[in-house]
C-alpha cells in the first residue's frame, strides 16, 4: 500500500554522503522555533553520544530530512508540554550494522490495538485527534523508508506518550 502511494510519484532516491548530526540539529532548531512560536511549553532534547556525533551516512539527505520533519512534527502535535527528545545509536539488526534514530516524546501515547495499522494510510488510530493532521505523514514516512533500506516502529502509553524508531543502512563512512 505505501508503494503505491510513493510510486505514484515517481520519487527519485538520490543518495549522498551526508553529516548526521548536522542535519538532524539543523531539523530540532527548525522544529523548536516552530515549538516557540505555538507557545507550546514543549523542549526538543538532543541526544546522541558524543562519539557519534562525526557520523556520515549515505542516504538520501532530502528524504530523511522530510523523515524526521515528519516524526518531528507529529511528535509537537500531539503533546502540550512536556519533551520529546530525538537521537541516534548504532546496533546490529539482522547481523547488518544500522544507524537507528529515535523521536520521543511526552504526548498523548497511542493506543496499543492501533500500533498495527497506524502506519496504513486507510486506517487511522482511534482516539486520537486527527483534526491536527491528515494521518499521512506516517504512511508516507514509512514509504520513504522502504525506499531507503530503512524500518519503522513504535512503542507507546496512552498519556504517557510514543516511542518513534527508524533505521537506515550504515557503512562506516570516514568524514571529510
Given amino acids: 500500500k505505501n508503494k503505491d502511494l510513493i510510486g505514484k510519484y515517481n520519487l527519485v532516491i538520490n543518495k549522498t554522503d551526508f553529516d548526521v548530526y548536522s542535519c538532524l540539529k539543523n531539523i530540532v532548531d527548525i522544529q523548536q522555533n516552530n515549538i516557540n512560536q505555538l507557545s507550546k511549553d514543549i523542549k526538543i532534547i538532543y541526544s546522541v553520544p558524543d562519539d557519534l556525533a562525526e557520523i556520515v551516512i549515505n542516504s538520501d539527505e532530502m ?16 503533546t502540550d508540554e512536556g519533551i520529546i527528545e530525538v537521537g541516534y545509536s548504532i ?86
Fill in 63 to 78: 528524504r530523511f530530512k522530510q523523515i524526521v520533519y515528519n516524526l518531528l512534527s507529529n511528535a509537537s502535535k500531539y
Fill in 91 to 176: 546496533k546490529t539488526r539482522n547481523e547488518e550494522e544500522v544507524i537507528e534514530f529515535f523521536v520521543k516524546d511526552t504526548g498523548l501515547g497511542i493506543p496499543e490495538e492501533a500500533f498495527d495499522v497506524i502506519f496504513d494510510r486507510f486506517i487511522q488510530a482511534k482516539n486520537i485527534d486527527f483534526q491536527k493532521g491528515t494521518g499521512l505523514g506516517l504512511s508516507i514516512t514509512k514509504g520513504l523508508l522502504n525506499l531507503l533500506g530503512g524500518e519503522i516502529w513504535l512503542k507507546s502509553e496512552l498519556n504517557k506518550g510514543s516511542e518513534f524508531f527508524f533505521t537506515l543502512p550504515y557503512h562506516e563512512i570516514q568524514p571529510g
